[in-house]
């Protein structure tokens, strides 16, 4: 990854994530994390570009019933060459986590 580039993300209600957009040899990535302080997980990320839109979900079905607070890798869909597009939106759903 080269010039990778990370800033906050409001969480209406509680605090921020780190968003962190690299570049890769097949196009731009992204990662995220979420501070425990935020007392939130991701359930859904969906990543849109100009081929259209990934969705990445953290339940059950994918063996994160409470969801993630952190992932990396993630990208928006790879057009015909195999290369990612240029990513365009980022979504994230977000649950409260449970206080201890």
């Given at each position: 990854?080269?010039?990778?580039?990370?800033?906050?993300?409001?969480?209406?209600?509680?605090?921020?994530?780190?968003?962190?957009?690299?570049?890769?040899?097949?196009?731009?990535?992204?990662?995220?994390?979420?501070?425990?302080?935020?007392?939130?997980?991701?359930?859904?990320?969906?990543?849109?570009?100009?081929?259209?839109?990934l969705v990445?979900?953290?339940?059950?079905?994918?063996?994160?019933?409470?969801?993630?607070?952190?992932?990396?890798?993630?990208?928006?869909?790879?057009?015909?060459?195999?290369?990612?597009s240029d990513?365009?939106?980022?979504?994230?759903?977000v649950k409260?986590?449970?206080?201890?």
């Amino acid at each position: 990854m080269t010039n990778p580039m990370t800033g906050p993300v409001a969480i209406p209600g509680d605090g921020n994530l780190q968003l962190t957009v690299s570049n890769s040899s097949q196009g731009k990535t992204f990662a995220f994390d979420v501070p425990a302080s935020a007392h939130r997980t991701v359930v859904q990320v969906t990543a849109t570009g100009s081929t259209g839109a990934l969705v990445y979900k953290y339940d059950s079905s994918t063996g994160f019933p409470d969801g993630k607070a952190a992932d990396a890798g993630l990208h928006d869909p790879a057009d015909s060459s195999g290369n990612y597009s240029d990513i365009t939106r980022i979504d994230f759903c977000v649950k409260p986590t449970k206080y201890v």
